[in-house]
Each structure stands twice: as C-alpha cells, then as structure tokens.
C-alpha cells in the first residue's frame, strides 16, 4: 500500500483551492481480469518452485478515479487514484496507489505524488547507455515542477518518500532527497535534452529509496544528448557521467525509415574500466495487419537476439508469435543457464466494449532473460495462459 504525504504548503491548500466556483469534471474508470495458468514450473530447465505469477485461477480489478477543477484564476486543480478493489481473496482492504495530486496552468504544472523523477522525464539517450542510470519512479511520493518556456521543456522535482512510505525526515532534518532537473526541446535543427541528479542520501533510518525501488539510483549523474535529421536519418549523440561510479557513456544512435520499415543502429562506448561497449541494431516492419521487429544487441558481453510478430486478421482476432535468445558466459541464475531460447506463441480476441480474451504459450529455457515471469515484447507469463479482461 502507497501513502501520500500531504507536507507541502502548495499542495496542501490544494483542498481549498477547489473549494472555488468552477468547472468540476470527475471520470471512472477500470479494468477487471479473471485468468488460468497452469503454473510457470512446467518451462523447459526448471523444476520445483513455480517461477510464474499465477498458479492456477486468479482475479484482479481496480478502479480508477480523476477528477479536475478549473479555478478562476487559470489554474486547473486535478487529483487522480487507483483502487486496487478485488482479488484472488474475493475482496480486500481497499488500497490506492498511484496516487497523483496537480495544479497545472498553460505552460506550468506541479505533481505529488507517485509521479516521475525530472531526470526521466525529460532525458533521451542514444542506445543502451550504462552511465545514465537515473532514478526511475516506483511508489515515492515525488514533488514535481514543470515549466514551457520558449519552447523548452523543464522538470525540477525532490523526493520525499520511499516507495514504502517511509519520509526522508524519519531519520535525518531534511525533508527530501535527490534534486533531480532536465529540460529539453528544440534550437534550430537540433533537439536537445540534459538532465542532472544529485546524490542521493542512501539509507537513514527506515527510509532507503533504493531498496524499496529497484530502479531508483543514489549515484550523482548527468547527461547531455543532441539530435538532428540528415538526409531523412535521424541521428543522436549522447553523454552520460554516473560521477558516484566514475563511469560514463557515449552514445550515437541513426534510425532511418524507408517504406514501412524503420532500421535502428546505435554503438556506446563505455569508459568505466571495466564495462564492455554496447551495441545493436532494430529492423521493423508495419504494413497492414502485420508488424515485426527483430532486434538484436549486444550488452556487457550477453548477445541478445528478440524477434516479435503479429498479425491482425480483420475479423477481432490478432495472432502473435515471438522468440528470444541469449548468448551468455557469465554464468547462471537461481541455478539455471543464463543462455538459452526463449518464446510464445499468443491470440488475442477483441469482445467488444472494452473486452478482449487472451490465449497463450510461452516457454522459457534462459533464467536471466525473465523478468518475473514475463516473456517476449507481450510479456506473457510462462506456460498456457487463458485470460479474459475487459476494461470500462
């Protein structure tokens, strides 16, 4: 369960503010899903415990909420939540996250809530650059300003809790951690985008950012990037320094559309004394009923190869099929090969009115090429998946 921490003077008269006369607009929305698997432990190379999500039946929905006020003053206030309402226990402690309290103008905004870090909003690397590492939000409670200004993008934002609701001030006199800043936009021909973020606190007391979410970093870290279009190629540099390591990346990234397909390349050179460079190349298709991407990198001495297709045959129905495969030396994980084939075969079903059945296989052979079970660009669960969803 998430909290948000109303500590902030602007925010906290929030409650006030849309107390003024004006235009109140609030929306319902939600999404119920009711599934079988028959249970992650049946893919190739792994025995015992279940690796998948669900075993057997499962069922979840959620509700969601926005509503927004515009006050006299050209300001729109705006409050949004999710409930997560209905679960496996037939009903639960009604819980929100993803909790997201504005006041916003034309060219201004300011968030609280689970909300993203600056840095993230407004950075654009060129390929798979290990020194830009900054935080990404998952569950903090984030304070977040943003501002248009000649046409350039700015984001300032702090932090003041951990994803477990623990405040920064629990343990220290300061009552947020990690400055983080990026703005970006266009000069002339060229895009541009920085971003900077300070050191973070680590961990005092019960707050520790870090542990909570796995993708926050307490390293200092800036970058700059520039992008142009040279002969209908789109191009861009980028550099990054993760100051905290002493590590930093440079990156040039080229796509180029020609008919319905896009190719992408892009090489980083790291420079941190140990890291390899990194590399890779996107072919995709889109025509029609069908869309495929091949994609292959090559990241810290792992070959990845990714292949996903689908097509859409007109009547409701779109049938899906994929591959993953991994080239690795460094070793296992949880005691299976981190090298192997992964892949899934998939249909999907449009109902109608927001409802869609799915139907799906997917194995997986290569342990580091799972993330919680998910396979494939879908990320389908392993094993045979039947799930029904519908959204409203």
């Given amino acids: 369960m998430k909290s948000i921490l109303l500590t902030t003077t602007a925010l ?4 006030g503010a849309a107390a003024a006369d004006g235009h109140t607009g609030v929306s319902f929305s939600g999404d119920f899903t009711l599934g079988f698997n028959d249970d992650g432990d049946l893919a190739t190379g792994f025995t015992g415990t279940s690796i998948g999500d669900n075993d057997g039946f499962y069922w979840e929905g959620d509700l969601n909420v926005a509503g927004t006020m515009a006050l ?18 037939n009903g639960q402690s009604v819980s929100s996250d993803v909790v997201v309290l504005s006041l916003t ?6 968030y609280l809530g689970d909300t993203s870090f600056a840095a993230e909003t407004q950075w654009s690397a060129a390929g798979d650059m290990e020194a830009d590492g900054f935080s990404e939000a998952d569950g903090e409670n984030v304070l977040r300003g943003d501002l248009t200004y000649g046409g350039i ?11 477990g609701g623990d405040r920064v001030s629990v343990a220290t006199t300061e009552e947020y951690d990690q400055v983080s800043f990026g703005a970006s936009g266009d000069l002339g021909a060229f895009s541009f985008a920085v971003a900077y973020q300070e050191e973070a606190i680590g961990t005092t007391g019960a707050y520790d950012a870090a542990t909570e979410n796995g993708d926050f970093s307490n390293s200092e870290i800036y970058g700059l990037s520039v992008g142009t279009t040279v002969a209908g190629a789109t191009v861009r540099l980028a550099y990054a320094s993760n100051e905290t390591a002493d590590e930093n990346s440079t990156g040039i990234q080229v796509s180029y559309p020609f008919g319905p397909v896009t ?7 790291e420079d941190d004394g140990g890291s390899e460079d990194n590399y890779g190349a996107t072919v995709a298709y889109a025509d029609g009923p069908l869309s495929v991407a091949l994609d292959y990198d090559y990241d810290q001495g792992v070959n990845k190869v990714g292949l996903d297709g689908a097509y859409d045959l007109g009547n409701g129905l779109t049938l899906l099929a994929g591959m993953y495969d991994q080239s690795d030396d460094t070793g296992t994980t949880a005691g299976v090969s981190n090298s192997g084939t992964d892949f899934y075969v998939a249909g999907v079903y449009d109902l109608g009115g927001g409802a869609e059945l799915l139907i799906s296989y997917a194995d997986a052979e290569t342990g580091g090429a799972i993330d919680d079970d998910e396979v494939g660009g879908p990320d389908y669960q392993v094993g045979t998946t039947v799930e029904l969803s519908f959204s409203f």
């Fill in 72 to 89: 006299d003053n050209g300001v729109t206030a705006g409050a949004s939540f999710e409930f997560d309402i209905v679960d496996e226990t």
């Fill in 263 to 269: 190719a992408t390349v892009y090489y980083v050179s």
């Fill in 153 to 163: 993008d700015m984001s300032l934002s702090v932090t003041l809790s951990d994803a």
């Fill in 12 to 15: 906290v008269a929030f409650a």
């Fill in 105 to 110: 103008t034309e060219n201004a905004g300011l």
